[in-house]
């Protein structure tokens, strides 16, 4: 169906063929596509903050934020496997502080935040290059996706 000479089908170059034409409906057809959805993925992540900062993780090299620093992914419902894996425990009660919606070109990202004070695990010392404290005062943003430095530039806003 051509479209490039809506609504002079006459001068359409397929003119004799137009089924819009035909059907009396050229300024209708053709219709435009239908928007392509876009699947939401739902993801929980860990506000895990003690009095050194704001826990941050690298994320694998390749991948989504790939080699940034992020908050840590919560992949099950209790956190604790989490926090023992990061050699962390609670030192309070775990809070839904927020939700971070974020669009990708293939999928859109639902975040929601769990918030729990922490404190590192007897003598445990993080692995170099793997995870640190983040305090927004000490350090830059250099190596934070763009979401979780708005998200953290808003929690300091408003915890001060």
Known sequence: ICTRHR??????????DCRARQMSRVEEL????????????K?????????QGLLLVK???TGI???????PELDENEPESLLARLGLEATGQAQVVG???????????QAQLLQIPVKPR???VFESGEQLWYNPQNNDRTGLPAPIAQYIANLERYSS
């Open 43 to 51: 993801q929980t992540l860990l506000v895990a903050r003690s009095d």
């Open 99 to 109: 939700e971070m919606t974020h669009l990708f070109s293939h999928f859109r990202l």
């Open 65 to 71: 934020w790939g080699g940034l620093w992020s908050l």
């Open 122 to 124: 007897g003598d445990r």
């Open 30 to 41: 053709p219709t435009r596509k239908p928007k392509r959805s876009i699947p939401l993925r």
């Open 7 to 16: 609504p002079q089908c006459l001068l359409c170059p397929v003119n004799a």
């Open 59 to 61: 994320r694998p090299p």
